[in-house]
């Protein structure tokens, strides 16, 4: 049998953090046989790894000389402090803290070329903003070795194949998996456990690419799948999928079950807990994906299933997205103007963003969508751009904004056939005078979105959680 396991930042986050994640890797792997294991940069809450790498870029982008050096320093601590109170110092401690030593060197003399170039390319962010991981792999390996329990650490530059699209890039099935194969299964029969780093691939060149931020859950169902593993374990810090983010409904509980369809659309829109595209290898190979806490192992957590049963009035979990922009576009004279829709949509693609939301009011008076906010005012340039003409003639009267708002989203395969749903979900906002902008449900009635003003967010999905 095999399994792969992906520990998040919290999972990896300290000394005391690792000792448990190695207890969890060597148990397990006691039950399944062959484990493999993936690890997120270090991320005691709220500081991560990823995003001190991170800023140190962006701040010597912006020519700030001496952020980028303290940061260094605040890494070399946090990496340290680990190796020290994990590694004997008659074992792999002192190669491990000069490997460590290397990485954070190497950060420092990345920025120090950003700050001097003044210039920082999404190629250049990937291979600093990939460095967390490649810290972390190295420490907990040492450490389960160390406790007598053979372990590599692997870059996983080495096994994922991508496009060229740094930042966000996409994998490449086929080389991935001969390279997974042929790197991995011989590690697995000698027994040993593969350490792998999250979040990091490579593209055809052997250049460091990245996956997108939370992008570790998407390797371990990319590795899951390279590998036909039988089941797929994601280990974060709370157990399992919530009925809502716990930091913002303290009474959140665990969903035993949930869809690989409900949960694509909790992860879409918002919920932290699991990357949206983590789902899509599993589901198209049939793999059961859990999501676990590994500051409570017993606890059976989430798992993701092709069908869940249906929860209790069809509601089961509540998520959020802030600082978005409802882009609306208005006009008397749209009714008559072919592909609207077409041209919206398109000059916003042309433009490189992507939409959350739509809704079109059945007149076909206006068209509506949400964006990220950051984005919204070079969407309307692209999109009075493409309707110069339609403008002058008045057939569309304005093209705006109105921001922030948040999208808060419904989510439950059993809303389906359960009449009164949305008429539930609008009384209890009503009952606290939340005003909805726009709203808009999916065609597989597994999810319906409300917008509303940013401020009305919290408040939003406490009320909506009451329905659970
Ligand atoms: P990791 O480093 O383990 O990947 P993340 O911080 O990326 O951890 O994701 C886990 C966090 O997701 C939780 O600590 C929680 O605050 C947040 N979260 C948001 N929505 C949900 C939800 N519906 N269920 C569980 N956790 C959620
Ligand atoms: N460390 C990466 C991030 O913070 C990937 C991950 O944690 O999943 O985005
Ligand atoms: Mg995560």
Not at 67 to 79: F, G, V
Not at 95 to 117: K, M, P, T, W
Request: proline residues 4%; glycine residues 10%; charged residues 20%.
């Amino acid at each position: 049998m095999t399994l792969v396991m992906k520990f998040g930042g919290t999972s990896v986050g300290s000394a005391q953090a690792m000792r448990e994640t190695a207890v969890l890797i060597q148990h397990t792997k006691k039950q399944w046989g062959q484990t493999v294991a993936i690890v997120s940069a270090m991320g005691s809450k709220p500081v991560k790894v990823t995003d001190l790498l991170l800023q140190g870029a962006f701040s010597a982008a912006n020519g700030d000389g001496e952020t980028y050096q303290e940061l260094a320093e605040q890494l070399r601590q946090i990496h340290f402090e680990a190796i020290d109170g994990l590694l004997a110092p008659d074992g792999e401690r002192q190669q491990i803290l000069v490997e460590n030593g290397r990485f954070i060197d190497r950060f420092s003399d990345l920025c120090q070329a950003v700050y001097v170039l003044g210039e920082l390319s999404p190629r250049a962010l990937d291979i600093i903003g990939g460095m967390g991981e490649q810290m972390s792999a190295r420490i907990l390996a040492a450490y389960l070795r160390q406790i007598g329990a053979p372990a590599e650490a692997i870059d996983a530059t080495e096994l994922i194949v991508t496009d060229s699209n740094f930042q966000n890039a996409t994998p490449q099935f086929n080389a991935t998996k001969q390279k997974t194969e042929s790197r991995i299964r011989p590690l697995l029969a000698q027994d040993v456990v593969p350490i792998v780093t999250g979040f990091i691939a490579a593209n055809a060149d052997g250049i460091t690419t990245t996956l997108g931020r939370g992008g570790s859950d998407y390797t371990g169902a990319i590795l899951g799948e390279a590998l036909a593993a039988d089941e797929v374990w994601i280990w974060t810090d709370v157990d399992g999928v919530m009925t809502a983010d716990p930091r913002l409904v303290p009474n959140a509980k665990s969903i035993p079950q949930l869809s690989y369809r409900e949960v694509s659309e909790l992860a879409f829109y918002g919920a932290k807990v699991l990357h949206p595209k983590t789902m899509r290898p599993c589901v198209e190979n049939n793999i059961p994906l859990r999501i676990k806490n590994t500051f409570n192992p017993e606890h059976p957590g989430t798992v993701i299933v092709p069908d869940a049963p249906n929860g209790n009035g069809g509601i089961k979990a509540v998520t959020a997205i802030n600082n978005l922009g409802l882009i609306t576009v208005e006009g008397k004279g749209m009714m008559g103007i072919p592909g609207i829709a077409a041209r919206t949509f398109g000059a916003v693609a042309r433009d490189n963003q992507s939409v959350l939301l739509i809704s079109q009011a059945s007149s076909e008076q206006s068209i509506c969508f949400a964006a990220p906010d950051q984005a919204t005012d070079s969407i309307i340039g692209s999109l009075e751009n493409e309707f110069k003409v339609e403008l002058a003639r008045k057939d569309i009267d304005r093209i705006w904004a109105q921001e922030p708002v948040s999208i808060v989203t419904i989510v439950g395969a059993g809303m389906r056939g359960t009449p009164g749903i949305a008429g539930r979900i609008f009384m209890a906002l009503g009952e606290q005078s939340v005003n909805v902008i726009a709203i808009a449900q999916g065609s597989s009635e597994c999810s319906i979105s409300v917008v509303v003003d940013d401020v009305d967010t919290a408040v939003a999905v406490a009320q909506i959680h009451e329905l659970i």
